[in-house]
């Protein structure tokens, strides 16, 4: 490319040396690489520190100030009042509810992702593998509000899930099901198992891909080799397989708890009216405006992903990434 | 290795694969059915007939235009905030060792790493703090800054790959920085640019979570849907712009895989 580059645009073989500003502010950078570098840097870094750094502190602060609550002003004064308001049962039980939440959906995405990834890095060669890989991404792509879309019109009591389900004679499963406390509800599109399966639907990609990249580095022979020694294939996954794969499924597992903990679209969308930490932290600086509470909220999921991270460290999980 | 390849996958292990990707990809082919029904008032299955007048109804309605274009306008000024804060700051990282140098990595990363919600409320706590008003600008500001890491991620890549010896050849022929950037640094790391751009295209075309605090009153065409999906109006028209948002943010990840697909580290995993 580069050559075709340089053939279409025919110079001298020396270039001469082009003078003026330009020529010494090229000179500069050559003589002193370290002012190019502080140069390239300084307006990524700027944007990042000021934006998004500020930002995050900003939250911090915010977090420590508290909210008059006959005025509904912020009192912009330092005060661990906000935090003891989180620590009231109701907030807890918001809290207990998303991390319960996070797990279960971690825990089902790497058991349907397990597969794909194993088939994608294994079996799947040439055309089927760029197959696997444009079917994994596009729905990773594809627009999140349209995914929660389509699964509120798969879910709807009038929607394409009821009618399969009579078809097969199976609706008295499902009204079974949903006459379950808790898991339970009118219809899917109002349980907590209709926002477990579209959280499970939505970060599915995420949790595939690191699965995926961890399988790849397994090489064949070692699969073959443990079954050669008389292991069933069962003993294969337990001991050779599933260790390998480990650090990319807990380098999975941070994309899928991670989003989980912050969402509150799809657990409004689809969901009963129990509150999960994201959708506190909406109603809370929006309807409530109390964005105290909304800020010391927020440092919930950072100070569950914090410890989570370390966890994941220790387990080698970023070399997956 | 050599055996790798020519044995075949148990049955089982197909039969899960494949209904794996079943369950990511019916739910979007849905979409594409509902677009065509006749019910207005639900979302009954099956269709109880088949239309297309409902493209005609979304065709002539101002808000849908209104939020297309401000979605279209952000997503073109945060892509190229993205791609010239990206660029620098890969070429900065892939050129040289310096001290810090995880700590820009980790910088760029972070945006998209924490959840949304939190990088949406620390933007709306800090406008709050330094009172600004919500504006156009104020969704671009964040946009851009999770926008920087697909441009930066595919370019660290392209950059790996490109040797540094042709930049001294450059040199010794004479060449300026600025001519050997024109000459043979852009050339070569063009397509993948093209890439990330489109990525990010393609992220802020469809972030509603951050946008949500960062609004204000404007509608991008996400917010739009989310209203819809909240506060049903008109479910036949939100069926068909859920249909063309789909194929629109569908094509920049083609491209995109196509323009990298030779070895790179492909576009798109770093999502």
Redesign the interface.
């Known amino acids: 490319m580069t050559v075709a580059a340089l053939n279409s645009n025919p110079a001298p073989a020396i270039l001469p040396g082009s003078g003026g500003v330009r020529g010494s502010l090229s000179d500069l950078f050559w003589r002193r690489p370290k002012l190019l570098l502080l140069l390239m840097l300084l307006p990524p870094v700027l944007w990042l520190g000021i934006v998004y750094i500020g930002s995050l502190f900003a939250l911090l602060l915010q977090s420590f100030f508290s909210i008059d609550e006959f005025s509904g002003l912020i009192n912009r004064q330092f005060t661990l009042k906000t935090y003891g308001d989180l620590l009231q049962a109701a907030n807890l039980d918001i809290i207990l509810r998303t991390v319960t939440m996070a797990a279960l959906v971690t825990f089902v995405s790497a058991i349907i992702a397990f597969p794909i990834a194993y088939y994608a890095a294994r079996y799947a060669r040439g055309r089927w593998k760029a197959l696997f890989y444009l079917g994994i991404m596009l729905p990773l792509w594809s627009s999140y509000l349209v995914k929660i879309y389509a699964w509120k019109l798969i879910l709807a009591k009038e929607g394409i899930l009821t009618w399969l389900l009579a078809k097969l004679h199976l609706l008295w499963l499902l009204d079974g099901w949903l006459s379950l406390p808790v898991v339970g509800g009118n219809s899917l599109s109002v349980s907590s198992t209709g926002t477990f399966i579209v959280f499970v639907y939505v970060w599915l990609p995420f949790m595939i891909l690191p699965v995926q990249a961890a399988l790849e580095r397994v090489p064949g022979n070692l699969v073959e080799a443990s079954s050669d020694l008389g292991a069933s294939p069962g003993q294969t996954f337990r001991n050779v397989l599933f260790p390998l794969a480990l650090p990319g499924i807990v380098a999975g597992s941070i994309f899928t708890f991670s989003l989980t903990l912050g969402d509150y679209i799809i657990p409004q969308i689809i969901g009963t009216s129990r509150l999960f930490i994201g959708q506190a932290v909406y109603s809370q600086q929006g309807t409530a405006g109390n964005i105290p509470l909304a800020a010391a909220f927020t440092v919930v999921p950072i100070v569950i992903m914090g410890f989570y991270l370390w966890g994941a460290k220790r387990m080698g999980a970023f070399d997956a990434l | ?5 020519s ?4 049955l089982g ?2 039969v ?2 494949a209904c ?2 079943l ?3 019916l ?2 082919l ?2 594409f059915i ?1 677009a065509f029904t006749t019910e207005e008032r ?5 269709p109880p007939g088949l239309t297309t007048q409902w493209f005609a109804v979304t065709w002539n309605r101002p808000d849908v235009w209104e939020a297309l274009s401000l979605s279209v306008r952000v997503a073109a000024i945060s892509t190229l ?1 993205a791609l ?3 660029t ?2 890969a ?2 990282v892939s ?2 060792r ?1 001290f810090g140098r995880e700590t ?1 990595s980790l ?2 990363i ?2 998209i ?7 949406g ?6 406008f ?3 009172e600004i008003p919500f504006s156009f600008w104020t969704i671009v ?1 964040g946009h ?2 999770f926008c ?1 890491v697909v441009v930066y991620n595919n370019a660290v890549a392209r950059l790996r790959r490109t040797s540094g010896s ?1 930049i001294e050849a450059s ?1 010794d ?7 050997t950037f024109r ?2 640094v852009l ?2 790391i063009a397509t993948a640019l093209l890439a990330g751009g489109m ?1 990010a295209f ?1 992220l802020s075309f ?1 972030e ?2 951050v946008t ?2 960062t609004a204000g009153q404007q509608q991008t065409l ?1 917010i739009w ?2 209203e819809e ?2 506060r049903p109006r008109q479910r036949p028209v ?1 069926n068909v712009v ?1 249909m063309v ?2 194929l629109v ?2 094509l920049p ?2 491209v995109a ?1 196509y323009l990298t697909q030779n070895g790179d580290q ?1 576009a ?2 770093g ?1």
């Open positions: 290795m050599r055996s790798d390849g044995s075949s996958a148990p292990l197909k899960a694969a794996g990707l369950f990511l990809h739910p979007i849905l979409i509902y639900s979302f009954v299955w099956p905030v010239v804060l990206g620098l700051c070429a900065a050129r040289t310096f820009i910088l760029v972070l945006p790493a924490l959840p949304g919600i939190i990088t409320i620390a933007l709306r706590s800090a709050s703090l330094a500001l851009a800054t920087v042709m040199m022929l004479g060449a300026d920085g600025f001519q000459h043979v050339p070569n990525l393609a469809d509603v979570i949500t605090f996400p849907m989310l999906l909240i939100t859920a948002v789909v943010t569908l990840i083609l895989y492909i798109g995993s999502k």
